[in-house]
């Protein structure tokens, strides 16, 4: 029998220390997945119960499936905090499968992109449509236009970062006026904060249901602590620091952030070999005062405004050296307020400085404390993105300065601080036309030479358009901060003496109706008063804007004929039975034919007429006078003789039957 060791029960022992460190390593494993366990099953609960939605850039185009349009909720991504959903363009849509002979073109931008207060025909790219078909007859387009009002460059990013697999040709952007008041922009009451890595990141992420639940008790948080979703205007509801002083830290953070996005946005064309053209920005300098001013803390503000008074009397007194003098003071006690270098601007402008004035009237704009025009640092940003060979300029500014007496842009062509009147929309258009067909970025034009007469008279603006533009503008500057308090209501908003067309823009403005529904309405009322050369616009309007909708082809084919320009009514006719045949536009074409002595043309198409509608009398009797014309006389007394069991008083019926029986 084997004898026992000694201590053989204690040998186990020295296995302890290094199961204790298996076990507190494991727990620590647990207490790091732990919160992120809880995380997956909070993402996955909100998951199933369909917390949020997502937002995706385009949907499918209902009326013609084979297209995508822009999603009307898309700028709801970009205002979690306001409630505000800026309006994008419904009337854009593009093949989701791009034909190799098609030219795309995207669009990014804010409101002036967009074409605020005209919008849609209004817009600077649907003008350069019509001119870029002008030099290239044989190309065809696709203009999309993502641009909306509000959205600084983190928007135009987020965008931009999605448009690739798309395969557009070319991208067009005009935008800077925001970046301090737009969506998600440094000053905005819409903010996730002041570092572009981590608003940039918010938005790659967006589609997580957690991400969406923080942002949204976020939003309730600023909407208790007293924000408000319907307060003022757009501009208004926008701004939570009301002065930015010129050069101060957020200034420049503005400038890095637009730079940053900027270069992102061109960065990711660049890799995938698409041409950018980036518009230099404009404002109105001339007729547009500072919003604000910024003193100096060190400054003596009852001598500065004693000084600026007598500046101001001076110069309403026409002593325009005594003026100067009491600015000079001003400027010289603090350099910061913008007043002080808008009135020496008019002072210089009215003693014949041209050039003096052009320096303090962008000094006035540089230093106006409310940023709600882009600052020369971000022109300056954009002039130096033309060192990348993929990139190019348009230059809007200068186009601008070159119409505009002394180079001062003003009244003329912008409408309040920033937004171009249509005058100036067809300059922006003209700009970036310069600006492709220089590069032949669509090819050698295949016409060099287009008179302007030729291209505006087709771009789609009427009188109701302007009219609405004009509601926008007079509501927009009844308020802050062009005044001092919030506009009323809009609601409240009244049109005294208000003619029919009028109150049709009003209610168009008051979202009542939608901007085809604007439109026919308007064509309607001409139609009341006979005034076909008017309806015979607004149709035209409707097909610039929804070129694949057979109606106001018909409707102008109608106008047209009124107007006895029966070619133009073939040729509108045509084009509505190449959308969508139908037995009324056959008899319609086939009727002109007929009239125009063209009985051999007319047949065919009279003969798809009565087969689309046997029912319709005048198209069977149009067919028998057609055929009867080609001297087709069986077929014509045939198809006289149907009419005739149908309704045997049918007018002269029985006198084309006669005929018909004579010729026999």
């Known amino acids: 029998m084997a004898k026992k060791r000694k201590g053989s029960s204690q040998k186990p022992a020295p296995a302890a220390p290094t199961t204790n460190a298996s076990r507190e390593r494991m727990f620590k494993i647990i207490l790091v997945f732990i919160p992120i366990l809880f995380f997956v099953l909070l993402e996955l609960t909100l998951r199933v119960i369909g917390y949020g939605k997502d937002i995706p850039l385009l949907q499918t185009f209902t009326p013609a499936p084979a297209n995508y349009s822009i999603n009307p909720e898309l700028g709801a991504r970009y205002f979690p905090a306001t409630g505000v959903q800026p309006a994008v363009s419904p009337t854009d849509i593009f093949l989701k499968e791009k034909p190799d002979d098609m030219y795309r073109i995207f669009v990014l931008g804010g409101s002036s992109a967009a074409g605020y207060p005209y919008m849609f025909n209004g817009r600077f790219s649907s003008m350069l449509e019509v001119l870029l078909k002008k030099h290239y007859p044989n ?64 938005l790659s992420l967006r589609n997580y249901k957690t991400l969406n ?33 010129y050069d101060s830290e957020l200034f420049h953070l503005a400038t890095e952030t637009f730079q940053g996005n900027m270069g992102d946005i061109i960065t990711y064309f660049n890799e995938r070999e698409i041409p950018v053209v980036v518009g230099s920005l404009v404002s109105n300098i001339r007729d547009q005062a500072p919003f604000t001013d910024v003193f100096s803390a060190e400054t003596n503000r009852a001598s500065w405004q004693s000084n600026y008074q007598k500046a101001i009397k001076y110069y309403k007194a026409g002593d325009f050296a005594g003026s100067l003098k009491a600015i000079n003071l001003c400027i010289q006690q603090d350099s910061l307020p913008a007043s002080q270098y808008y009135l020496l601007g008019e002072i210089m402008e009215t003693s014949g400085d041209t050039a003096g004035a052009y320096d303090a009237f962008y000094l006035a704009k540089e230093y106006d404390g409310l940023r709600f025009r882009a600052s020369e640092a971000l022109n300056e940003a954009l002039y130096q993105f033309r060192d990348d060979e993929k990139v190019l300029l348009a230059l809007v500014k200068e186009a601008f300065e070159k119409y505009s007496p002394g180079r001062l842009i003003g009244k003329t062509l912008m409408l309040e601080h920033l937004h171009p009147t249509i005058t100036g929309y067809a300059l922006m258009a003209k700009a970036y036309a310069t600006t492709i067909l220089n590069a032949e970025l669509c090819g050698p034009p295949e016409v060099t030479v287009v008179p302007d007469q030729e291209w505006l008279s087709e771009i789609g603006v009427t009188y109701i358009d302007q009219e609405v533009a004009r509601i926008r503008i007079d509501y927009l500057m009844s308020g802050w901060p062009f005044q001092k308090n919030s506009p009323p209501p809009k609601r409240e908003y009244k049109i005294p003496n208000a003619t029919p067309l009028q109150a049709l823009a009003l209610k168009f403005w008051m979202d009542e109706i939608n901007w085809e529904q604007l439109h026919v309405e308007a064509a309607e009322l001409y139609t009341q008063q006979q005034d076909w050369e008017n309806a015979a616009r607004e149709y035209k309007a409707l097909i610039r804007a929804t070129p694949i909708n057979s109606a106001p082809y018909i409707f102008l084919g109608q106008c047209l004929m009124r107007l006895n320009r029966f070619d133009e009514a073939l040729s509108s006719f045509n084009q509505a039975l190449s959308i969508e045949p139908g037995a009324y536009v056959y008899k319609m074409v086939g009727s002109i034919y007929l009239q125009q002595g063209n009985a051999a043309k007319a047949v065919p198409y009279l003969e798809q007429a009565v087969q689309a509608d046997p029912t319709d009398l005048q198209s069977l009797f149009s067919l028998s006078q057609a055929y009867a014309s080609a001297q087709k006389f069986p077929q014509a007394k045939g198809a006289v003789e149907q009419l005739l069991q149908r309704q045997s008083d049918y007018p002269r019926a029985k006198a084309l039957l006669q005929f018909i029986n004579d010729n026999l």
């Open 139 to 202: 190309k065809r387009f696709e203009m999309v236009n993502f641009a909306m009002p509000a959205v600084a460059s983190y928007t135009l990013r987020d965008i931009a970062l999605e448009l690739g697999p798309h395969k557009p040709d070319l991208v067009l952007i005009y935008a800077g006026h925001n970046e301090f008041y737009g969506g998600l922009a440094v000053a905005s009451a819409e903010s996730l904060g002041r570092q572009r890595w981590l608003v940039n990141l918010f």
């Open 213 to 245: 639940l923080v942002r949204d008790f976020m939003a309730w948080l600023r909407s208790g602590s007293g924000a408000q979703k319907d307060r003022g205007t757009l501009m208004e509801r926008m701004v939570r620091e009301k002065e930015v002083p």
